[in-house]
């Protein structure tokens, strides 16, 4: 999976101008919510265009920034053999270039993903979490959404890492129900 994340983020940073945009209130945050401005903007692209992955980060964050912070958020959708990426940020929903995918991912279909980003984090933080990023300030944090191929539903995936120790925590939260489907945790160096 990191292959796939990976090879998709190697096609954001081409630098190719941003032709297409919708607006989306600053204060709107949430995955849901942003998913709008960006469907949009995917529907522009091709018609036919499919939400296969969504997916943000943060460097450093605590329990209360992942509570009431703003975030970016990058939703990519396929068509045929390509791929564009829509990034959600400070209000504006802006679509990359073109690019190609490197594997295939199931369609996140907006009706299958009920529970949001906000609660998705916080079924995450109760499930050790808060522990982790507390005892290890300088961690980063990936979520991302998307439909493993062995599940009915989206779920989310949240991976917390420390790179100064390399130690980890990884927490599956089903996009259906918000409970933990699973989680594991990587130690250190």
């Known amino acids: 999976m990191l292959l796939v994340f990976g090879i998709l983020l190697a096609g954001c940073g081409t630098g190719l101008a941003v032709t297409r945009q919708s607006d989306v209130r600053p204060t709107d945050v949430t995955a849901r919510t942003a998913f709008r401005a960006a469907a949009q903007v995917g529907r522009a692209w091709r018609s036919?265009?499919?939400?296969?992955?969504?997916?943000?980060?943060?460097?450093?964050?605590?329990?209360?920034?992942?509570r009431t912070?703003?975030?970016?958020?990058?939703?990519?959708?396929?068509?045929?053999?390509?791929?564009l990426v829509v990034t959600v940020a400070d209000g504006r929903a802006e679509a990359g270039p073109e690019t190609a995918l490197g594997a295939d991912l199931d369609e996140v279909v907006f009706l299958d993903w009920k529970v949001d980003s906000?609660?998705?984090?916080?079924?995450?933080?109760?499930?050790?979490g808060e522990a982790?990023?507390?005892?290890?300030?300088?961690a980063s944090l990936t979520v991302?959404?998307?439909?493993?191929?062995?599940?009915?539903?989206?779920?989310?995936?949240?991976?917390?890492?420390?790179?100064?120790?390399?130690?980890?925590?990884?927490?599956?939260?089903?996009a259906a129900t918000g409970a933990v489907v699973g989680s594991g945790s990587g130690g250190g160096r």
């Open 144 to 174: 991302r959404l998307l439909k493993p191929a062995d599940r009915p539903v989206p779920e989310w995936r949240i991976t917390a890492l420390d790179s100064g120790s390399g130690h980890s925590l990884q927490v599956w939260v089903d």
């Open 69 to 83: 912070g703003r975030g970016a958020w990058a939703f990519y959708f396929v068509s045929g053999d390509a791929a």
């Open 118 to 128: 906000d609660g998705a984090i916080e079924a995450f933080l109760r499930a050790g």
């Open 48 to 66: 036919d265009a499919r939400l296969v992955l969504v997916s943000t980060s943060w460097q450093d964050p605590s329990a209360e920034r992942l």
């Open 132 to 138: 982790f990023l507390k005892d290890r300030p300088g």
